[in-house]
């Protein structure tokens, strides 16, 4: 690959509808919004939604240290999260 050739060839946005409305993509369309409402409404019955959110940040954090070269465990991370609760709850305290 030359990298002191420009790159011209630049996909104009948005792109035209009929390459986006193809059957194939409105069936996955409507089965991603069948999942995502299920998903919702079980979220709702859940005490603390936010435990679900949690957890997906927590693994994506994890993912992107893999990424950068720097190994942990999830169990790393919601340790140095737990520290951080309590250091910004003492520090609250202190300044109430």
């Known amino acids: 690959m030359k ?3 420009p790159y011209n060839d630049f996909i104009v946005l948005p792109p035209q ?3 986006v409305e193809t059957l194939p993509i409105l069936r996955q369309l409507v089965i991603s ?5 299920e998903l919702k409404g079980l979220a ?3 005490p603390d939604p936010n435990i679900l959110l949690n957890a997906v940040i927590l693994r994506d954090a994890s993912a992107s240290s893999e990424i950068e070269n ?5 169990d790393k991370l919601l340790i140095k999260i737990f520290n951080y609760c309590i250091i ?3 520090r609250w305290q202190i300044l109430r």
């Not at 720097?70 to 999830?74: A, D, F, K, P």
């Open 70 to 74: 720097v190994i942990t465990t999830q």
């Open 17 to 19: 509808r009929e390459k």
């Open 3 to 5: 990298t002191d050739k």
């Open 44 to 46: 709702n019955v859940l």
């Open 88 to 90: 910004s709850w003492e």
């Open 33 to 37: 919004s069948v999942a995502l409402a």
